[in-house]
């Protein structure tokens, strides 16, 4: 019989059930209290829920991809070694509520000190702690970095509860010179038979339904066309070489904000929302764009609100304010919701096209791909200047080819001419 059943709590914004992403214990485990135990999503926002208590875990209730009531049992704790599972203290002071975990910062450049080793002799490789399974205790994202960098987490040593290994514990393991893995190049004769099996659940299986949804409710048509950013590059670098320590830095997607803001009220029905089981398209007037922002978790689509109303150091401000919230976690429901049209950019990645997937229920999305120095006929004359490429898709339910055509042409037309932006 359980000592102590632990229930999900509340985690606030009105959640009502959140999805189990990854148990970090097995039944059987020993924990602390403010271990952690498991993985809860909800609301595009994943929450490490902590142990309430010291204790055995005598049985977990909810399977990874399944859906758990708030209220109802997650885990039920027994006794270690003889002495019963302590629950909380009723009268103590309310527990703080669950952290989201950041994504891991990426390794700086400068290699950090190593330990000192002993002067008597090299030591042993210290190995993890491991679950009752026989796993190593550390989180997805430290997993993940420990197979970028070809890292066994087994001979990693961990600091943290229960010998959980961390971010620092692998920082500090490369910085002495740990072993990695995979340096022998594999024959080419050699016959690759593995397969992995990867759940789809949490963040990827929220993607996924989204993207379905999308996909099959809405006859997307494309539209391409190429700009000639040459003017706007100007102006760009004049701007970042005269703004002050608190503007940031300026990049293309400020000033096609901006622009798509300008044209809007001549083309309402592409700011605009689809409600397909009404019958009824609501078009806005304020213009919020969601900027489709890749994290180490998956996709998400921040909402920069009422860009009509803001100018460009604003905009790039507000731009970078939510887009590094949804990086590291701390993105409110606010910051992820109420877009009303779509901007995907592929940056670095370039590309010369694409087929962007609307984002239900807007109808409209535009997808930017990385400015690049090509030869163009200019007068008669072969010139070089930066192009990039724009690639749209329209709901074609409600927005006929002619009028998103038309929507990528006035912004071809403003971005040619970057003084139209501010006028």
């Not at 066994?152 to 920082?171: I, K, M, T, W």
Request: hydrophobic residues 40%.
């Amino acid at each position: 019989m359980s000592d102590y059943e632990f229930k999900l709590p509340d985690i606030g914004e009105g959640v009502v059930e959140g999805e189990v992403v990854q148990w970090h214990v097995s039944v059987g485990d020993s924990v602390s209290e403010d271990d952690p135990i498991v993985d809860v999503m909800t609301d595009k926002a994943t929450v490490t829920i902590p142990s309430p208590v010291n204790g055995v875990i005598a049985s977990l209730r909810g399977e990874v991809g399944g859906m758990v009531a708030v209220g109802s049992t997650l885990v039920q704790f027994g006794s270690a070694d003889g002495v019963p599972a302590a629950k909380p203290d009723e009268e103590s002071e309310p527990e703080s509520e669950p952290e989201i975990e950041p994504p891991p910062k990426p390794a700086a450049p400068a290699t950090p000190a190593p330990a000192t080793p002993s002067p008597a002799s090299e030591p042993a490789p210290a190995t993890a702690s491991t679950s009752k399974s026989g796993r190593v205790l550390a989180s997805p994202a430290v997993r993940r970095r420990a197979r970028e960098a070809g890292v066994e987490l087994s001979q990693v040593r961990g600091s943290g509860p229960a010998g959980r290994v961390r971010h620092a514990d692998l920082d500090a393991f490369i910085a002495a010179g740990g072993s990695v893995s995979g340096a022998a190049p594999v024959a080419y004769s050699t016959k690759r038979t593995d397969v992995a099996e990867v759940k789809v659940v949490g963040l990827r299986r929220k993607i996924s339904e989204q993207m379905t949804l999308s996909k099959s409710r809405i006859p997307h048509f494309s539209y391409f066309e190429e700009v000639d950013v040459t003017e706007l590059e100007s102006l760009r670098q004049m701007l970042n070489s005269t703004r002050d320590s608190s503007q940031p830095k300026l990049t293309y997607l400020p000033f096609i904000m901006l622009a798509l803001s300008k044209i809007m009220p001549e083309h309402p029905e592409c700011n605009a929302h689809f409600d397909d089981d009404a019958g009824v398209v609501r078009r806005h007037g304020g213009v919020h764009l969601g900027i489709a922002t890749q994290t180490d978790r998956g996709l998400y689509v921040p909402v920069v609100k009422h860009v009509e109303s803001l100018d460009v150091w604003q905009t790039a401000s507000e731009m970078q304010r939510v887009s590094g919230a949804a990086r590291d976690g701390s993105a409110s429901l606010d910051d992820l919701t109420g877009s009303t049209f779509t901007i995907t950019s592929l940056g670095r990645e370039g590309g010369l096209g694409a087929t962007p997937i609307i984002n239900h229920p807007e109808v409209s999305i535009l997808g930017v791909h990385k400015a690049r120095d090509m030869p163009v006929v200019r007068e008669g004359q072969i010139v070089i200047r930066k192009i990039m490429n724009l690639s749209s898709a329209f709901d074609h339910r409600v927005v006929d080819g002619a009028d998103g055509a038309a929507l990528i042409q006035h912004l071809k037309r403003f971005l040619e001419h970057p003084a139209l932006i501010f006028m």
